[in-house]
């Protein structure tokens, strides 16, 4: 797999991932580049200098910055390790049902990332997975987040309510976020791009969250919906 872009290029060298190769734009003199290069001859990985050119050809994202890396496949993490975390220490896990854009899912990579949150859950089928343009759009963030690839959310979903977590979806019609009170671990499903949280899955849920709305328009990105509503569970939950 390959990472472009100097903020993802770092946090992969800051974080545990195996970097198989990196390759570099000859002739960067700026401070940010120069720690990236000296970050990654400190972890003994051999850097390939080359021309612009030869960057652009072989950027997927065509937007490297200077760097690209390439890791071995990315790892997912194991639900049980998620749900242990949320329970000990009351951190949300978000379960995403349906993403398909890898660039929401990207965003709410960055999100789960800035909230601390447990992890991140997806769907095996019918789901955007982890690749270049995810990494990419996550700046950095994927190298830091949680993620478990389930073969069924509903199964999660059930998983997380025997082990006493609290599961919410959010979506439109359900009771007002910011009168709902925190005080356990939960878990948030965030629902596809244009079709939000299935109904089976919205009924295995303990409650449904709405976010109030007081434009013309009813609905959020879900990236944009996933901050809102995590970073309200924080605050319910004193964190």
């Given at each position: 797999?390959?990472?472009?872009?100097?903020?993802?290029?770092?946090?992969?060298?800051?974080?545990?991932?195996?970097?198989?190769?990196?390759?570099?734009?000859?002739?960067?003199?700026?401070?940010?580049?120069?720690?990236?290069?000296?970050?990654?001859?400190?972890?003994?990985?051999?850097?390939?200098?080359?021309?612009?050119?030869?960057?652009d050809r072989e950027s997927i994202t065509k937007r490297h910055q200077g760097f690209i890396c390439s890791v071995t496949d990315f790892k997912y993490?194991?639900?049980?390790?998620?749900?242990?975390?949320?329970?000990?220490?009351?951190?949300?896990?978000?379960?995403?049902?349906?993403?398909?854009?890898?660039?929401?899912?990207?965003?709410?990579?960055?999100?789960?990332?800035?909230?601390?949150?447990?992890?991140?859950?997806?769907?095996?089928?019918?789901?955007?997975?982890?690749?270049?343009?995810?990494?990419?759009?996550?700046?950095?963030a994927a190298s830091h987040v949680k993620v478990a690839r389930v073969t069924n959310i509903n199964s999660a979903?059930?998983?997380?309510?025997?082990?006493?977590?609290?599961?919410?979806?959010?979506?439109?019609?359900?009771?007002?976020?910011?009168?709902?009170?925190?005080?356990?671990?939960?878990?948030?499903?965030?629902?596809?791009?244009?079709?939000?949280?299935?109904?089976?899955?919205?009924?295995?849920?303990?409650?449904?969250?709405?976010?109030?709305?007081?434009?013309?328009?009813?609905?959020?990105?879900?990236?944009?919906?996933?901050?809102?509503?995590?970073?309200?569970?924080?605050?319910?939950?004193?964190?």
């Open positions: 797999m390959k990472i472009e872009g100097r903020n993802a290029v770092y946090e992969a060298l800051k974080s545990d991932s195996t970097i198989d190769r990196l390759v570099v734009q000859r002739a960067l003199k700026d401070p940010a580049s120069q720690n990236i290069i000296n970050l990654a001859r400190d972890k003994g990985v051999k850097i390939n200098f080359v021309d612009k050119d030869a960057l993490a194991d639900f049980d390790e998620l749900k242990n975390i949320c329970t000990s220490k009351k951190k949300p896990i978000l379960i995403l049902d349906g993403i398909e854009d890898p660039h929401n899912l990207g965003s709410i990579i960055r999100v789960a990332e800035c909230a601390g949150c447990a992890g991140i859950v997806i769907g095996r089928h019918r789901q955007a997975s982890i690749n270049e343009t995810v990494i990419k759009v996550a700046q950095g979903i059930d998983e997380c309510k025997h082990d006493f977590i609290t599961v919410y979806a959010a979506e439109l019609g359900g009771e007002n976020i910011y009168k709902t009170t925190f005080n356990h671990p939960c878990a948030i499903v965030i629902g596809g791009e244009g079709k939000g949280v299935k109904r089976l899955t919205k009924e295995k849920c303990d409650a449904v969250l709405s976010i109030p709305m007081r434009g013309k328009l009813n609905s959020l990105n879900a990236s944009v919906a996933a901050g809102i509503v995590v970073f309200e569970v924080l605050r319910g939950l004193g964190k």
